[in-house]
């Protein structure tokens, strides 16, 4: 049963992983049209076709490589400085170049000369490039909503889990209790574990985070309210000053760093909580605030990868994870002891997380991600846009396919990456347990 539900869950993976490719290119392929441009190939995948049907002038297709997906343009660069599509030359450079502007235009009709990529104003250019990301980050944010508003998420709640019987320092080893040690400001306040706290101070509280900075607030005489068993109850308790773990501001501890604050004595249940829309588009900020410093630390992660690779260090378990690693995540997720729900959320969680990748690596202004399109298309509008205000000649389109050579740098880069990172997943993969 368990490797029935294993492999379960990574055809719902692979499933959303080719429904989020499919959605991106859909995105590329719906405003493509919208301008005019022939779009003779839609395929999902990479490699040999494993099923195909054309559809009025355009063939979609499924390729045997899940690991992408294009459509095909009509015109994506400019022909060259002469009007020629190819020209000859001995330099691999010039080669490179040259065939990108061929396959550019290795499918044109009678009567696609209107049709082309190229030809259309540089903000529709940056719209038909940026759809694609667009799409997977409105998947992303859908997704987020859902979970977070419909599911709910496991997070620390206001009902007491455990009372510290004493004070003890959090920058100190663990330890019981010794004598001399002064009690804990809950303990003898008569808090329990099972307690709900509604109210701290007679302000009403419901959110773990509030609570906790405001108990780190207060040193002194303090009245909490619990609801026990059904009946709601006043406590009073003299907080004290203690060291304590530094709180990212979500009532996380930030590991290794301490503070002084205000100190009660209780640990926090956990349980699954459906959050409000304030709270879920606050949860989806930090999200994806932590994918953006996610991003920008990968070439960090590097080491880690290889070391791991090697048998020198533990993977990291919050470093990156290719398609492999992650559908092999997606099999654990339904092999957890979790009620059905939690499994469904958390798997829908990793497919938003692979959206939200999506979005923030095709951004990159760097060809031959959409972000390096994009970024040729705003080069050349203020070019124009320059030009004209100086009163100087038009200096004509952008001719991307110039930066072909990096291109190829960049994509050979991305190669070496991804077959770092799928040995990785291979040999030292990301376990969601032990």
Request: hydrophobic share 45%; glycine share 12%.
């Amino acid at each position: 049963m368990t490797a029935l539900m294993f492999i379960l869950g990574i055809l719902v993976f692979v499933f959303g992983l080719l429904f989020s490719i499919a959605w991106h290119e859909f995105g590329h392929f719906s405003t493509a049209r919208m301008f005019g441009v022939r779009v003779p190939q839609f395929m999902v995948g990479f490699g040999p076709t494993i099923f195909s049907r054309k559809r009025g002038e355009t063939e979609f297709g499924v390729k045997a490589v899940p690991l992408g997906g294009y459509i095909r343009m009509i015109g994506m660069f400019p022909p060259g400085p002469d009007g020629a599509i190819r020209q000859r030359s001995t330099s691999p450079f010039r080669g490179m170049i040259e065939d990108a502007r061929a396959a550019a235009f290795e499918e044109l009709k009678p009567g696609d000369e209107k049709r082309l990529f190229y030809t259309r104003k540089p903000w529709k250019r940056v719209i038909v490039m940026f759809a694609g990301p667009a799409m997977n980050l409105i998947l992303a944010v859908v997704i987020f909503l859902g979970v977070l508003m419909g599911f709910g998420i496991n997070t620390q709640t206001t009902t007491v889990a455990t009372v510290s019987e004493c004070v003890v320092a959090q920058n100190e080893e663990p330890r019981e209790c010794r004598p001399g040690d002064i009690p804990a400001p809950a303990a003898e306040a008569g808090l329990l574990p099972g307690d709900e706290i509604v109210a701290f101070q007679g302000q009403p509280v419901d959110e773990w985070g509030d609570l906790q900075q405001r108990i780190r607030d207060t040193v002194g005489a303090a009245t909490i309210t619990v609801d026990r068993d059904g009946e709601r109850m006043e406590l009073r308790a003299n907080l004290i000053e203690n060291q304590v773990g530094k709180t990212d501001g979500n009532g996380g501890l930030v590991e290794g760093e301490f503070i002084t604050a205000g100190f009660l004595g209780f640990s926090p249940a956990s349980g699954v909580v459906k959050q409000d829309f304030p709270q879920a588009v606050d949860r989806m900020g930090e999200i994806m605030t932590t994918g953006v410093d996610a991003m920008l630390a990968l070439p960090s992660k590097i080491p880690n990868l290889w070391h791991s690779i090697t048998g020198q260090e533990e993977r990291d378990q919050n470093g990156p994870m290719g398609v492999v690693g992650a559908a092999r995540v997606g099999g654990e997720i339904f092999t957890l002891d979790i009620p059905a729900s939690q499994q469904i959320a958390t798997a829908l969680f990793l497919v938003a997380g692979f959206n939200l990748s999506l979005f923030l690596f095709n951004m990159l202004p760097l060809l031959p991600l959409d972000g390096g399109h994009i970024a040729g298309a705003l080069w050349e509008s203020l070019r124009r846009k320059t030009a004209r205000v100086t009163r100087r000649p038009d200096p004509g389109p952008f001719d991307v396919a110039k930066l072909m050579p990096l291109a190829y740098v960049v994509a050979g880069v991305f190669v070496c990456f991804t077959l770092l990172v799928l040995a990785a997943d291979i040999v030292s993969p990301v376990r969601l347990a032990g």
